[in-house]
Structure formats: C-alpha cells, structure tokens
C-alpha cells in the first residue's frame, strides 16, 4: 500500500494520514514533522530549513530528497509507505520515481484533498499542536479536552510559528506554483483521486478509507 496524500496547507493531509496509519499500519512520513524534529533537535539540517519553513518557504530540493531517501530505507516501509506533504516539486517528483524504482514501490494512489480558501485560513489560525507527541487538535472542531494540553500526553499545546494568515499566503503560493504541476504529472498517470475536504473530518475519512479499500 504506497500512498501519497496531497493538498495546501491546512486541507487535513495530517489529520487524514493520522487515521491511514491507525487503520491500515502504513508507515507515515511526513517531510513537515521530519523538519520540525531536526529544528527541535538543532541539527545541521534543522539550521538550513528553519527560515524556510518560518516564513512559509518550501526548504531547498536537494535537502528533501536526501532526508527522504535515507527515510524510505528504514524497515518499515517494507509494508509500503504514506507520504505527506512530498513530492511537493517537480525535482522531488522525479527523485521520488527514482527511489520508489530502486526499491519496487511504485505510487498506487494520490489522495489530493480540496479546500476553500477560507476554510483554510479558518483552521491553520485555530490549530494547534502538541509540542512532545506531535497531535493536533483545532479550538473550535476538535479542541483538547483541557485547553492548551494534550490529550495523548499531557504536554502543552502550541501554534505553530508559520501558522499565521501572511504565512499561509506564502504557503498557497508555493502550492500553487510548484505542488500543482506535480499534481498534473500524477493526474496523467491516472493515480490522482480527488476528495471534497472541506467537509467534517469524519465525512472525508470515510470516503478515503473506501477508496483505498477499493484497490487494495
Ligand atoms: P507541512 O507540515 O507539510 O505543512 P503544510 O503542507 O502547510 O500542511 P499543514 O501541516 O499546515 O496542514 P495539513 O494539511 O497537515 O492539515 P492538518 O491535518 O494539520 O510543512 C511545513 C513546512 O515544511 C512547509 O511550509 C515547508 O517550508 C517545509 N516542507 C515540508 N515538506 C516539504 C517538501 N516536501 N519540500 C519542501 N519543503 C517542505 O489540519 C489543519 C487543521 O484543521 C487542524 O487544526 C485540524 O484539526 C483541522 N482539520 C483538519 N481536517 C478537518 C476537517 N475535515 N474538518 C474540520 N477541521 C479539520
């Protein structure tokens, strides 16, 4: 089961890969939370990607390719992979076809989730992320049962630094400029499906789930 899951910023691509991995055990990968780590954890590659990432930027090619490339050689991909939030260029694209070559993964699906632009603004402004275990929660749709704590570990909730409407700007115009073409090279190839996501959560879940258990 080789899925990729596409859509800006705030379409639910973290929400939707959170039940993925519950229901069907694909290994997650997501270039977002990978980033975020090696921020945290101040490592070479986290000093070359913060301000991308701070002010809505995609991080340099060669950088992606590489982390995910050493990603998808770990052992649990054997069951197949769920990619969020990559290829989100034409560069990564081409690497990506590359690397699933090499190993005998080939893409069975795109799962491309559609939002309006208002419903995008109104939930990167109201979420919020736990700080240890990565959850994430909205104030209004899905809030903590304690605010500012997660539920999963007790630690705090935060917002994340790009989650502001003048970064969420920055973050459309690059999906518009660089993730659509790779949505194009994925539609002629027949893998792209395309779900109404602005619609409650619970409701585009099970209208993914049913199209992947339709191919596999
Ligand atoms: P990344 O972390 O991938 O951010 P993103 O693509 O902007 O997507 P988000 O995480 O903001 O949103 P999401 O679609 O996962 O939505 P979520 O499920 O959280 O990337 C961050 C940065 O890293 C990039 O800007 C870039 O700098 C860099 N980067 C990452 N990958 C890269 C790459 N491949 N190449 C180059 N640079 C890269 O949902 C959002 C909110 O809405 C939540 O509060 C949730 O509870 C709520 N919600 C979700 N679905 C629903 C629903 N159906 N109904 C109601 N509320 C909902």
């Not at 518009?176 to 994925?186: G, H, R």
Request: net charge negative; hydrophobic share 35%; charged share 30%.
């Amino acid at each position: 089961m080789n899925i990729l899951i596409m859509g800006p910023a705030g379409s639910g691509k973290g929400t939707m890969s959170k039940k993925l991995h519950d229901e069907f055990g694909v290994a997650h990968i997501s270039t977002g939370d990978m980033l975020r780590e090696n921020v945290k954890n101040n490592t070479p590659l986290g000093h070359q990607a913060k301000d991308f990432m701070e002010t809505g930027r995609l991080v340099p090619d060669e950088l992606i390719n590489e982390m995910v490339k050493e990603r998808l050689l770990r052992a649990d991909v054997e069951k197949g992979y769920l990619m969020d939030g990559f290829p989100r260029t034409l560069v990564q694209a081409k690497a990506f076809e590359d690397i699933t070559k090499e190993i005998n993964k080939p893409v069975d699906i795109v799962v491309n989730l559609k939002v309006d632009v208002d419903t995008l603004a109104a939930r990167i402004t109201g979420r919020r992320v736990c700080k240890n275990c990565g959850a994430i929660y909205h104030i209004k749709n899905s809030p903590s049962k304690v605010e500012g704590i997660c539920d999963v570990c007790g630690n705090a909730t935060v917002q994340r630094p790009d989650d502001t409407l003048e970064q969420l700007q920055v973050r459309l115009k690059e999906h518009t400029t660089n993730t659509e073409p790779v949505l194009d090279y994925y539609r002629e190839k027949g893998l792209v499906q395309d779900f109404e996501a602005s619609r409650p959560a619970d409701e585009v879940w099970l209208e993914i789930k049913q199209a992947i258990e339709a191919i596999f």
